[in-house]
């Protein structure tokens, strides 16, 4: 790290100065945070104790819902306990840490996502051979996705961790992310911010049109059947819905950099909180399977508790 180096910790302006707003964002996201981690928590219980959603589908489903509880656990027990804290410190190497995580799962979750769209699309237009295709290519891809997060998250700290941070310490985020953290240092980083805006801007534009694509051609192979045609356009509703949210905030904010914070604010809002929190929601609610299974697993429960 620099010599120059000198900051130990960075400090954050979180959400609002005024003790009554934080007073009831404090409230909200504390609900919202555990709606997150139980309703996500379901969803791995479900699938890991049911019989009936013993396949690849539901098993990304599951893998889905642990990386969406990992990935809000990044940022939001530091954005809730720092509601009611005078000062919102982070050390250097917390805001480091919190950094490579936030890439790490997210670059997960969008591998994860992108493998949905082609468990989708194999499932559809290839019934007869999906399970030889999917089968054949999970362990390796489900490998890639980790690896692949692994160095992703690795890259996007070193482009950072030899910037000489020497002045300002306070971010005007409620978390430790790439582009707050290039306004404070001490250096020009017109070609690191470049860089990282081409890199994790392009990662998610065709993240999001590789599955948007898959979805497309779902719709298109079953045009001519009116019947699959309408199961299909549900069936691709859940996820294109999660994948918009997941991955519109992502390109807004990698490809259109906002000099208003609050902006950036409320965009990452989405992303390490609404889509999380809509994954069990949109999968549970309009999945048949998922809620029979909730309800055998509720029974089965309640038969346990009784004797």
């Not at 120059?4 to 009554?20: A, D, H, I, R």
Request: glycine content about 4%; charged content about 10%.
């Amino acid at each position: 790290m620099a010599d120059t180096y000198n900051v130990t910790e960075f400090t954050f302006l979180g959400l609002s100065p005024k003790p009554e707003v934080q007073r009831v964002c404090f409230v909200r996201f504390l609900l919202l945070y555990t709606a997150i981690v139980l309703g996500n928590f379901l969803i791995v219980l479900t699938v890991m104790t049911s019989r009936s959603l013993a396949s690849l589908t539901y098993f990304f489903l599951s893998c889905l819902s642990f990386v969406e509880i990992c990935y809000s656990s990044t940022t939001a027990p530091k954005l809730i306990s720092d509601l009611l804290a005078e000062r919102k410190a982070i050390s250097l190497w917390g805001c480091m840490t919190q950094v490579f995580f936030i890439h790490f799962f997210g670059g997960t979750e969008i591998f994860l996502l992108t493998m949905m769209a082609y468990d989708h699309y194999a499932a559809i237009c290839k019934p007869l051979n999906y399970t030889a295709i999917v089968n054949r290519q999970v362990c390796a891809v489900l490998g890639v996705a980790w690896v692949g997060s692994f160095m992703h998250s690795f890259a996007q700290i070193l482009l950072i961790f030899h910037l000489p941070f020497c002045g300002p310490n306070v971010i005007n985020h409620y978390f430790c992310d790439l582009l707050p953290l290039l306004k404070l240092a001490f250096s020009d980083t017109f070609l690191i911010g470049l860089l990282m805006v081409a890199k994790g801007g392009t990662l998610s534009v065709i993240s999001f049109v590789v599955p948007l694509a898959s979805y497309v051609v779902i719709l298109l192979h079953l045009r001519t059947r009116s019947s699959e045609g309408r199961h299909a356009l549900s069936t691709c509703g859940s996820p294109i819905t999660v994948v918009t949210l997941f991955f519109g905030p992502c390109i807004f904010v990698y490809l259109w950099p906002s000099t208003i914070l609050s902006v950036d604010k409320t965009v990452a809002m989405f992303y390490t909180v609404i889509t999380p929190l809509l994954n069990p929601i949109i999968y549970s609610l309009r999945n048949a399977e998922v809620k029979k299974a909730m309800k055998r697993l509720w029974i089965r429960t309640m038969n346990v508790r009784k004797k």
